[in-house]
């Protein structure tokens, strides 16, 4: 299997997670943003990753791939139980499509006054030297499109912000009767995918790139990454990541 990815995008890693809880050997074909589209418009008409391209089939999103890998799996390492299906893609959709934009959209805003070469260090992981060596003088126009594209003003980060915050607390208040796990007792695409798009405010040591020392983030960056960190949701996402976040053979 092959995985296109942006490095460092937590949709990627959450596509890296399910298949490294499936074991399944795969080959990571990483590209540094907007370079990417080049690898991914041949399957996406949209260029949006993470795609994985199989010998029978070709998946745009991350959920379809997770969903894709559950078929592969024994009922007790299933992403999605049958029994509690419903309530874990409900929950999936709305990380996915709310939670997860939310997080990138504060991720390049709030990090945009990092000197250019460390945030390029940190997106650059894995990706191919030409890419690497094109992109330094390239740096502003791209990042300033970046951000233009992912509409991260300061009034739609700000109530970005707050939608963050609601989400820990909602999934605090999920876990304050002891579960230990988002729908009960056991590991689900739900928490999967709330650990892997919380990652931007978290900076957990086992995501799939490696971030920078947290010392070396923008005061308010480092502010906010401390206070979701403390936060008991965001707790139970590093742990997630801790126990959970099991890595297979790759390339």
């Given at each position: 299997?092959?995985?296109?990815t942006?490095?460092?995008?937590?949709?990627?890693e959450?596509?890296?997670?399910?298949?490294?809880?499936?074991?399944v050997?795969?080959?990571?074909?990483?590209?540094?943003?907007?370079f990417?589209?080049?690898?991914?418009?041949?399957?996406?008409r949209?260029?949006m990753?993470?795609?994985?391209?199989?010998?029978?089939?070709?998946?745009?999103?991350?959920t379809?791939?997770?969903?894709?890998?559950?078929?592969?799996?024994?009922?007790?390492?299933?992403?999605?139980?049958?029994?509690?299906?419903?309530?874990?893609?409900?929950?999936?959709?709305r990380?996915?499509?709310?939670?997860?934009?939310?997080?990138?959209?504060?991720?390049?805003?709030?990090?945009?006054?990092?000197?250019?070469?460390?945030?390029?260090?940190?997106a650059?992981q894995?990706?191919?030297r030409?890419?690497?060596?094109?992109?330094?003088?390239?740096?502003?126009?791209?990042?300033?499109?970046?951000?233009?594209h992912l509409?991260?003003?300061?009034?739609?980060?700000?109530?970005?912000?707050?939608?963050?915050?609601?989400t820990?607390d909602?999934?605090?208040?999920?876990?304050?009767?002891?579960?230990?796990?988002?729908?009960?007792?056991?590991f689900?695409?739900?928490?999967?995918?709330?650990?892997?798009?919380?990652?931007?405010?978290?900076?957990?040591?086992?995501?799939?790139?490696?971030?920078?020392p947290?010392?070396?983030a923008?005061?308010a960056?480092r502010e906010?990454?401390?206070?979701?960190?403390?936060?008991?949701?965001?707790?139970?996402?590093?742990r997630?990541?801790r126990?959970?976040?099991?890595?297979?053979?790759?390339?």
């Open positions: 299997m092959r995985l296109i942006i490095p460092v995008s937590h949709y990627c959450k596509a890296r997670w399910g298949l490294d809880h499936a074991g050997p795969y080959i990571e074909d990483a590209h540094l943003q907007l990417h589209y080049f690898f991914a418009l041949p399957h996406s949209r260029g990753v993470p795609i994985l391209v199989t010998d029978s089939v070709v998946l745009t999103d991350s379809d791939i997770l969903r894709h890998l559950d078929e592969l799996l024994p009922e007790s390492a299933k992403l999605y139980p049958g029994d509690q299906r419903r309530e874990v893609e409900a929950l999936e959709d990380f996915d499509e709310q939670f997860g934009v939310e997080t990138r959209r504060w991720a390049y805003y709030d990090l945009r006054d990092m000197p250019a070469r460390d945030i390029l260090n940190l650059g894995g990706t191919p030409w890419e690497r060596m094109l992109a330094p003088p390239l740096f502003p126009l791209l990042y300033r499109f970046l951000l233009h509409g991260a003003s300061q009034a739609r980060v700000a109530q970005g912000a707050r939608l963050i915050s609601e820990f909602d999934v605090r208040a999920r876990l304050a009767d002891g579960r230990r796990f988002l729908c009960g007792d056991r689900t695409a739900a928490d999967l995918t709330f650990a892997a798009l919380a990652a931007p405010v978290l900076w957990p040591p086992e995501y799939g790139v490696k971030f920078p947290l010392e070396e923008p005061p960056a906010l990454i401390l206070r979701f960190r403390a936060h008991p949701a965001g707790a139970f996402a590093l997630l990541f126990e959970n976040r099991r890595r297979t053979e790759s390339r």
